[in-house]
Structures are given as C-alpha cells and as structure tokens.
Nanobody, 124 residues
Framework: EVQLQASGGGLVQAGGSLRLSCVAS????????IGWFRQAPGKEREGVSC????????YYLASAKGRFTISRDNAKNTVYLQMNRLKPEDTAVYYC?????????????????WGQGTLVTVSS
C-alpha cells in the first residue's frame, strides 16, 4: 500500500519554526521527486518547495526562499521541510506529494501520490 505520512504541523507564533516530515512507503522512494504544497481555506493548493530525486535541485516558492529548507533522506524514505521565521500567511494545511521522475513541478495534478496533510497555524 502506498503511503505518504505528513507530520510536524502545529500552532506557532509568528517568527517561530516548525519542521515538517513526510515519510513514504509502498513505492520506490528513490525514483520520485517530492514536493510540499499547502492549501489555505478558500484558496487553491500551491507549491511551496520541491526536491528532485537526485537531491541535486531544490525549489522554493518566492515567499518561502530564505525561510524554508527542504531536504531528503533516501535511507529513511523521508523528506523534511524546515520552516523558519513563520508568518501568519503561512497558515495552511501542508501536503507532501510524490511525482515519478527527475523533475520537480508545482503542477499538483501531475503528482502520483499524496499524503493526508498536516495543519500549520501561525498566530500573529
């Protein structure tokens, strides 16, 4: 059974930090690029960050650059999103997705697998 288990969300004050984890199972993790997306109430899902399968390239939403860092540990089938200097506008449900192949994309409809989401709430 394919699973992506996202965790690490919570309530944090503006300026604080959280580290999200996405643990994969049931598929060949090494063959997939992994993206983090978020969806706030009433808004479309947007790509936040992505790391390709070779670990050579990482991509970030403009508003996340310099604050968020994506990394992956293929030995643990896990991708992390370290989020620092959080802002109230970062409040959303965060999802991780897996897309087969070398390339990252923010086109969420191209992803093969999704986790269940973890809620991040940043208070002002």
């Amino acid at each position: 059974e394919v699973q992506l288990q996202a965790s690490g969300g919570g309530l944090v004050q503006a300026g604080g930090s959280l580290r999200l984890s996405c643990v994969a199972s049931g598929f060949s993790f090494d063959d997939y690029s992994i993206g983090w997306f978020r969806q706030a109430p009433g808004k479309e899902r947007e790509g936040v960050s992505c790391i390709d399968r070779s670990l050579d390239s990482q991509y970030y939403l403009a508003s996340a650059k310099g604050r968020f860092t994506i990394s992956r540990d293929n030995a643990k089938n896990t991708v992390y999103l370290q989020m620092n200097r959080l802002k109230p506008e970062d409040t959303a449900v965060y999802y991780c997705g897996a897309i087969s192949g070398w390339l990252c994309t923010y086109h969420y409809y191209e992803y093969d697998y999704w986790g269940q989401g973890t809620l991040v709430t940043v208070s002002s």
